[in-house]
């Protein structure tokens, strides 16, 4: 099993910047890409961010040239650094991971639990 941990939500002013968090805990597992949803109340979940393990990323327009995407050289840890943020940024974060087992071809997508994140004045 792959777990998923998001951490580092809150509370923000508009304009203002968070840094999400996500812990992989993969034991026997390869994590091939990993990314970023949201999802606002009475909303579909969208994507954010996602990156691959060769490092190339993707942006959905609404968060290109304000969030970054990284995962942390060594760890299984996925960054997400959110600036400039707006009212309609806020959303529930969710982390996710493509991961298959070693040795295995065969892939499925993990999903942590997820961080509030609230851009309010």
């Known amino acids: 099993q792959v777990q998923l941990v998001e951490s580092g939500g809150g509370l923000v002013q508009p304009g203002g910047s968070l840094r999400l968090s996500c812990t992989a805990s993969?034991?026997?597992?390869?994590?091939?890409?990993m990314g970023w949803y949201r999802q606002a109340p009475g909303k579909q979940r969208e994507l954010v961010a996602t990156?691959?393990?060769?490092?190339?990323?993707t942006y959905a327009d609404s968060v290109q040239g304000r969030f970054t995407i990284s995962r942390e050289p060594g760890k299984d840890t996925l960054i997400l650094q959110m600036s400039s943020l707006k009212p309609e940024d806020t959303a529930v974060y969710l982390c996710?991971?493509?991961?298959?087992?070693?040795?295995?071809?065969?892939?499925?997508?993990?999903w942590g639990q997820g961080t509030q994140v609230i851009v309010s004045s």
């Open positions: 990156i691959a393990n060769g490092g190339s990323t």
């Open positions: 993969r034991s026997g597992f390869i994590i091939d890409a």
């Open positions: 996710n991971a493509d991961a298959r087992r070693y040795g295995r071809s065969s892939i499925t997508t993990y």
